[in-house]
Structure formats: structure tokens, C-alpha cells
């Protein structure tokens, strides 16, 4: 049972390179959301999806993209990389939104250079 | 005032002893809470949730307090093993920053 897959788990983008950061839940949840996690500021969500085509965005949505076309995958584009994207970015996933704690994937600490 | 606040610590604390975390959160209506524990450089893992009854799980306490909106999580004869950063989250997404914890020989 792999629960929340994420790949890649390192990567160095240049100032205006788009990339997609992958997630992957295998345990049929509905919830999935992604959260980036700065030095002193904890985890900040970015978007969230609570169902398969349906997403909307958490308090930090600017400068990313999400779609969820399937219940196991929910991946994050970043559509032109900035330095304040550098961050370690996580994606969790729940079987209810916020009533069952989250699964969380190893994370992606991404460089934006 | 943010919506969940923690106070980041860090709390050094000898094995053996008992150390407690406090969060506060500002929506009224919240109506889960959790825990959660992170090793550096790891992703969070949930510890417990946190009911309005107050639950136990072996060394770990987590109490809610409605009337004054905060969570509080007891830890008692502190192991090592307990040296993390604890997360407190509320269910509409929002976490705190985090309580960095290490335990000393």
C-alpha cells in the first residue's frame, strides 16, 4: 500500500519554467489538497479538491494550477516559476474533508533559481 | 489575530520530563481538531485527534477547551524519541506553525 506518492522529490526550476509536481493516492480518498511549508510560516494551502472535478483554492493559489480529472491523481503546475515559489511542497490526501486527519506524501522540495 | 497560532518554541526539555503544547484558534464554529508530529525534513504524520471528551493515547494527552478556543496536548515522561515539531490543525485546513520540541539526555 503506497498511500500519497509524489514526485519528483527534488527539483531546481529557472525564474519563468513551468513544471507539474505529481500526486498519487491509492487509498480511494476523496479529499486530496496541496500545502507548501516555508521556514516559520508552517504549512499554507495552496488548492484542495473534494471530489473528482472539483477543486478550489486555499489561501495561497496564486501562481498555481490544479485539476482533478481522476479520485487518485491531483497534480500541482506551477505556471511560471518564481523565486518565492522555492519551497518544500506537500501533497495530502483525506477520506473526508477535514473529519479524519490527513495522509501526507514525502514531499518535493523544490529550488526556484 | 491568525487563525491557528502556536507558540514555536523551542521547548528543551530533560527525558523523563512532562512538557505541554497550547494552540489557539480563532473560528468559533471549527469542529475537528488534530495533531500532528514532523520530523525535520519529513513529512507531517497525524498523532492524534484531539475530541471534545479530552483522549489519551499511552503517554500523549489532547484536551479541547471550546469556551476559550484552544487545543492542548500533554506529553509525559518525554523520550527522545519525542524530539519533533508538533502541528496542530483545525478542519477548515489551517495549520499552526509549529512547536519545536527537543528532549535531552
Known amino acids: 500500500n503506497a498511500g500519497v506518492t509524489q514526485t519528483p522529490k527534488f527539483q531546481v526550476l529557472k525564474t519563468g519554467q513551468s513544471m507539474t509536481l505529481q500526486c498519487a493516492q491509492d487509498?480511494?480518498?476523496?479529499?486530496m489538497s496541496w500545502y507548501r511549508q516555508d521556514p516559520g510560516m508552517g504549512l499554507r494551502l495552496i488548492h484542495y479538491?473534494?471530489?473528482?472535478?472539483?477543486?478550489d483554492q486555499g489561501e495561497v493559489p496564486n501562481g498555481y494550477n490544479v485539476s482533478r480529472s481522476t479520485t487518485e491523481d491531483f497534480p500541482l503546475r506551477l505556471l511560471s516559476a518564481a523565486p518565492s515559489q522555492t519551497s518544500v511542497y506537500f501533497c495530502?490526501?483525506?477520506?473526508?474533508?477535514?473529519?479524519?486527519?490527513?495522509?501526507f506524501g514525502s514531499g518535493t522540495r523544490l529550488t526556484v533559481v | 489575530r491568525k487563525e491557528v497560532e502556536q507558540d514555536p518554541g523551542p521547548f528543551n526539555v530533560p527525558e523523563g520530563a512532562t512538557v505541554a503544547f497550547n494552540c489557539t484558534y480563532s473560528?468559533?464554529?471549527?469542529?475537528?481538531f488534530f495533531w500532528y508530529r514532523q520530523d525535520c525534513r519529513k513529512e507531517p504524520k497525524l498523532l492524534m485527534s484531539?475530541?471534545?471528551s479530552g483522549n489519551e493515547d499511552g503517554r500523549f494527552t489532547a484536551q479541547l477547551n471550546r469556551a476559550s478556543q484552544y487545543i492542548s496536548l500533554l506529553i509525559r515522561d518525554s523520550k527522545l524519541s519525542d524530539s519533533a515539531t508538533y502541528l496542530c490543525?483545525?478542519?477548515?485546513?489551517?495549520f499552526g506553525a509549529g512547536t519545536r520540541l527537543t528532549v535531552k539526555p
Open positions: 495530502a490526501s483525506s477520506p473526508r474533508q477535514g473529519w479524519d486527519g490527513y495522509t
Open positions: 487509498m480511494n480518498h476523496e479529499y
Open positions: 479538491s473534494v471530489g473528482a472535478g472539483i477543486t
Open positions: 473560528n468559533s464554529a471549527s469542529q475537528s
Open positions: 484531539v475530541y471534545s
Open positions: 490543525v483545525v478542519n477548515d485546513m489551517r
